[in-house]
């Protein structure tokens, strides 16, 4: 369930849909709220117009049959007083309900007493501030009230009031209250109708919107899918077209882009082979002339004693450029293998910090010859790692030669730092040093940074490459940090167990003696 939610929460799709439905949210709900609004003040406005009407015709009545009855006896003036609430308050199937409510006015100090409201009415509905509005008005006063009853029931109400005279009684304040439970029950079946309609609308946009978002969405979808299939490697993959619209057009421009890139790509991979199997196969025929020549050189350098010196010199340039030659073979069948993908790890457990010892130690001879000298500093006497011995050192001797090829005759320090998991070997040399150009470079294959320098020195150009290439076959990091002429600094970063990855970096890559 979470799997599908979060699929189709990162769908395009869903997104669409949802964002459509919550923009169409806030506009039904403001529709629909001002569409209330105006129904409610609209049914309202009749409703209090058609009350006041009735009121004031009500109240006018009364006022005059209590002008007629002037000088009449009580008993006449009470009967006059039932007739106007029996009349007042008999309503019709169709009509709300209606009270009629009398109150002394304050002040009035007359013996007989008319207060009454109809039906139990409770007359504290009518409220003083609404009383003292009336008592100060010549005309009809209204105002939207509740209609509470004495048994405790209550409902919402309009009161209109209006001063009368109450023969043999004084002033009176008379007070036709009507319910509004038929004009609420209708507002309540208007918000329910709209709440129905607007929930319909959303359910129809958002079905519409599917439709829509489907017809643009599932071309897409498959040109994904198709794109998915390309990384994978499967390129006979296509889409399909069955209409002229934009959709299509795209379709048409996305097949002729995978015919195109199918065709770039085999090309390519022919190309490849073919450039592998010429650097494997020039290597491989190599070997045979040059054994050849390598027992020739070793018979005429035998005898260089009695040549000429000039002679005997040329002996010596044809045996080292020979090594040379052969150091480049085999560097290129190790590229070769590379390229092919066929280059495998044959690990084994061994101390890694008498691995650098040793290199250091073969190497020393040459970098005596070049007047400088190698330090090995280990965090801890012996760690133990799982990895190809044979690969492992050659990054050693790859970046201790380069080192003493550029060290310009000053020291060269080899750190090496080791956590549970990883263990980092730094080669830092102060040298001529890198710029920041030939740091995008230094890894590349048959570049040099001074190509003079380096031939004089017997370098193939392939040793840092191929020196990165086993980092990588490891899991492993190589990284190269250089200022001209403050040196520079290689950290080779590799998991202690083979085929995991490492952590973290154990030593920084640019130097802790560095000062910009």
């Given at each position: 369930m979470n799997r599908f939610f979060w699929k189709a929460r990162n769908s395009l799709a869903f997104k669409v849909i949802i964002s459509t439905v919550i923009l169409s949210l806030g506009v039904v709900w403001i529709t629909g709220s001002a569409l209330n609004s105006r129904l409610s003040s609209g049914i309202k406005e009749v409703n209090l117009n058609s009350a006041i009407v009735e009121a004031r015709s009500t109240i006018f009545t009364a006022d005059y049959r209590f002008l007629l009855a002037q000088g009449e006896k009580d008993e006449v003036v009470q009967k006059v007083v039932d007739d106007v609430i029996s009349s007042a308050t008999t309503i019709t199937s169709n009509e709300n309900t209606r009270e009629v409510v009398f109150l002394r006015s304050p002040g009035n100090t007359m013996v007989k007493n008319y207060e009454i409201a109809s039906n139990f009415l409770d007359p504290e509905t009518i409220s003083k501030s609404f009383s003292e509005r009336v008592r100060k008005s010549n005309d009809t006063v209204w105002q939207y009230t509740t209609m509470r009853y004495i048994q405790g029931t209550s409902v919402a109400g309009l009161a209109i009031g209006q001063k009368v005279q109450i023969p043999g009684a004084g002033q009176y304040e008379m007070y036709i209250v009507f319910s509004l439970a038929n004009e609420e029950k209708t507002l309540n079946l208007i918000n329910s109708y709209l709440i129905i309609a607007g929930m319909i609308l959303l359910l129809l946009i958002s079905l519409i919107t599917w439709v829509v978002v489907r017809q643009v969405v599932k071309p897409v979808s498959e040109a994904a899918r198709i794109a998915a299939e390309f990384t994978s490697g499967d390129f006979r993959q296509?889409?399909?077209?069955?209409?002229?619209?934009?959709?299509?057009?795209?379709?048409?421009?996305?097949?002729?882009?995978?015919?195109?890139?199918?065709?770039?790509?085999?090309?390519?991979?022919?190309?490849?082979?073919?450039?592998?199997?010429?650097?494997?196969?020039?290597?491989?025929?190599?070997?045979?002339?040059?054994?050849?020549?390598?027992?020739?050189?070793?018979?005429?350098?035998?005898?260089?004693?009695?040549?000429?010196?000039?002679?005997?010199?040329?002996?010596?340039?044809?045996?080292?450029?020979?090594?040379?030659?052969?150091?480049?073979?085999?560097?290129?069948?190790?590229?070769?293998?590379?390229?092919?993908?066929?280059?495998?790890?044959?690990?084994?457990?061994?101390?890694?910090?008498?691995?650098?010892?040793?290199?250091?130690?073969?190497?020393?001879?040459?970098?005596?010859?070049?007047?400088?000298?190698?330090?090995?500093?280990?965090?801890?006497?012996?760690?133990?790692?799982?990895?190809?011995?044979?690969?492992?050192?050659?990054?050693?001797?790859?970046?201790?030669?380069?080192?003493?090829?550029?060290?310009?005759?000053?020291?060269?320090?080899?750190?090496?730092?080791?956590?549970?998991?990883?263990?980092?070997?730094?080669?830092?040399?102060?040298?001529?040093?890198?710029?920041?150009?030939?740091?995008?470079?230094?890894?590349?294959?048959?570049?040099?940074?001074?190509?003079?320098?380096?031939?004089?020195?017997?370098?193939?150009?392939?040793?840092?490459?191929?020196?990165?290439?086993?980092?990588?076959?490891?899991?492993?990091?190589?990284?190269?940090?250089?200022?001209?002429?403050?040196?520079?600094?290689?950290?080779?970063?590799?998991?202690?167990?083979?085929?995991?990855?490492?952590?973290?970096?154990?030593?920084?890559?640019?130097?802790?003696?560095?000062?910009?």
């Open positions: 296509r889409m399909k077209v069955d209409s002229q619209d934009e959709i299509s057009r795209l379709g048409h421009a996305f097949n002729e882009m995978a015919e195109s890139l199918e065709q770039q790509i085999a090309r390519l991979e022919n190309l490849s082979r073919v450039q592998q199997r010429f650097v494997s196969d020039v290597s491989h025929e190599l070997r045979t002339p040059l054994t050849t020549l390598r027992m020739a050189s070793e018979v005429i350098s035998a005898s260089r004693e009695n040549f000429d010196p000039t002679v005997a010199r040329s002996t010596e340039l044809l045996v080292a450029q020979l090594d040379r030659f052969e150091r480049l073979l085999e560097d290129l069948l190790e590229v070769s293998r590379f390229d092919a993908e066929v280059a495998i790890l044959e690990a084994v457990d061994f101390d890694i910090v008498q691995l650098v010892n040793r290199c250091a130690e073969d190497l020393a001879l040459v970098a005596k010859e070049r007047k400088t000298q190698i330090f090995v500093k280990s965090s801890e006497p012996a760690i133990m790692i799982k990895a190809d011995i044979r690969r492992v050192e050659r990054i050693l001797r790859n970046l201790m030669a380069n080192a003493i090829d550029h060290s310009e005759e000053i020291q060269i320090d080899v750190q090496i730092e080791a956590s549970e998991s990883d263990v980092a070997i730094g080669v830092r040399d102060y040298g001529i040093g890198l710029d920041e150009n030939s740091l995008t470079r230094v890894f590349d294959r048959f570049w040099r940074a001074d190509p003079s320098r380096a031939r004089t020195r017997g370098g193939t150009g392939l040793g840092l490459s191929i020196a990165l290439e086993d980092a990588r076959l490891h899991n492993g990091e190589l990284e190269a940090w250089g200022r001209p002429g403050r040196g520079a600094h290689f950290v080779v970063t590799l998991p202690r167990k083979t085929w995991e990855s490492i952590d973290r970096r154990l030593i920084p890559l640019q130097p802790e003696d560095y000062r910009p």
